[in-house]
């Protein structure tokens, strides 16, 4: 009877503080900052292409953003 090889993380774990996401309204370094207007530039949906897809980003009636694959 043979036991179950493991194998260890290279690395550890960051710690949970590190993770943490920033409180909303916080901008963060580096981060830029769109407003949905000057995307959408008066239109209702605004399709944006990523690796190969397309994503569409509709305001909704309700002022709502979707964004759908």
Do not use: C
């Not at 179950?4 to 909303?24: G, M, T, V």
């Not at 605004?46 to 994503?55: A, K, P, S």
């Amino acid at each position: 009877m043979s036991t179950p090889a493991f194998s260890l993380p290279l690395s550890l774990p960051q710690p949970l503080a590190a993770l943490r996401r920033p409180s909303p309204g916080v901008a963060t370094a580096g981060t830029r900052h769109v407003s949905s207007q000057s995307l959408l530039a008066g239109a209702r949906e605004l399709v944006i292409q990523h690796q190969g897809g397309e994503y569409h980003l509709r305001l909704t009636r309700n002022d709502k953003l979707i964004l759908t694959k």
